[in-house]
C-alpha cells in the first residue's frame, strides 16, 4: 500500500523559509510527477508545482520566485521549500503522487 | 486561468437520497483532465473520478462523474454515511486548479 507522509515544522517565523519533505513509501518515485498543494484556512486548494522523479520540476507561476522542489530518490523524498513566508503561507500543505494519491496533510502556520 | 465554480455551497440530504454536485469551468477544458475527489477532516483527499467519467480503483459505483466542455457533474446515486463530506472538482491540464468544494451534510 503506497503512503505518502508530509514532514516538517508546523510553525515558521514571518520571511523565513518553509521546509516541508514528503516520504513515499510502498512505492517508487519512478516514474511520476510528484505534487505539491496547499489549502488556507477558508479558501479553496492552491497547486504550488510539481516535480518529475528526474528532478524536472513545474512551478504555479504565482509562486515561482518563491517555491523550489527537488527529489531525493536514494530516500525516496520529495522536497518542497517555500522562502520569505507571510501569514498568508499558513495552510495544510499536501504532497501527492501526481493528482490521484494524496498524502494526508500537515499544518503549517506562519507567525511570529 | 481556468476558474472552476462548483454549486451548490452546501447539499443537505439524508442517507439513501440522490446527490447532484456542479462544476462549471470558466472556458471549455478536456474532460481527460477533470476530476472529483472527496475531502474529510484529517484524511487524506481521495480521488473518485478522473477524466470527468473513470471512477478511481475501489470506488464505489454509487459514484458517477459527468459532462464536458464547461459543465462536469458528479452524482452520488445513493447516500451512504461515509458519503459525508466535501467533494471538490480538480482541473489537472497544463496547471492545475480547483473548485471551491461542496459541502455535502446530513
Known amino acids: 500500500q503506497v503512503q505518502l507522509q508530509v514532514s516538517g515544522p508546523g510553525l515558521v517565523k514571518p520571511s523565513e523559509t518553509l521546509s516541508l519533505t514528503c516520504s513515499v513509501s510502498?512505492?517508487?518515485?519512478?516514474?511520476?510527477?510528484w505534487s505539491w498543494f496547499r489549502q488556507p484556512p477558508g479558501k479553496r486548494l492552491e497547486w504550488l508545482g510539481y516535480?518529475?522523479?528526474?528532478?524536472?520540476?513545474n512551478y504555479n507561476p504565482s509562486l515561482k520566485s518563491r517555491v523550489t522542489m527537488s527529489v531525493d530518490t536514494s530516500k525516496n523524498q520529495v522536497s518542497l521549500n517555500l522562502t520569505s513566508v507571510t501569514a498568508a503561507d499558513t495552510a495544510l500543505y499536501y504532497c501527492?503522487?501526481?493528482?490521484?494519491?494524496w498524502g494526508q496533510g500537515t499544518l503549517v502556520t506562519v507567525s511570529s | 486561468e481556468i476558474v472552476l465554480t462548483q454549486s451548490p455551497g452546501t447539499l443537505s440530504l439524508s442517507p439513501g437520497e440522490r446527490a447532484t454536485l456542479s462544476c462549471r469551468a470558466s472556458q471549455s477544458v478536456s474532460g481527460t483532465y477533470l476530476a472529483w475527489f472527496q475531502l474529510k477532516p484529517g484524511q487524506a483527499p481521495r480521488l473518485l473520478i478522473f477524466g470527468a467519467s473513470n471512477r478511481d480503483t475501489g470506488i464505489p459505483d454509487r459514484f458517477i462523474g459527468s459532462g464536458s466542455g464547461t459543465d462536469f457533474t458528479l452524482t452520488i446515486s445513493r447516500l451512504e454515511p461515509e458519503d459525508f463530506a466535501v467533494y471538490h472538482c480538480h482541473y489537472y491540464g497544463s496547471s492545475h486548479t480547483f473548485g471551491q468544494g461542496t459541502k455535502v451534510e446530513i
Open positions: 501527492a503522487r501526481r493528482f490521484d494519491l
Open positions: 516535480i518529475y522523479f528526474s528532478g524536472t520540476p
Open positions: 510502498g512505492d517508487s518515485l519512478s516514474p511520476y510527477y
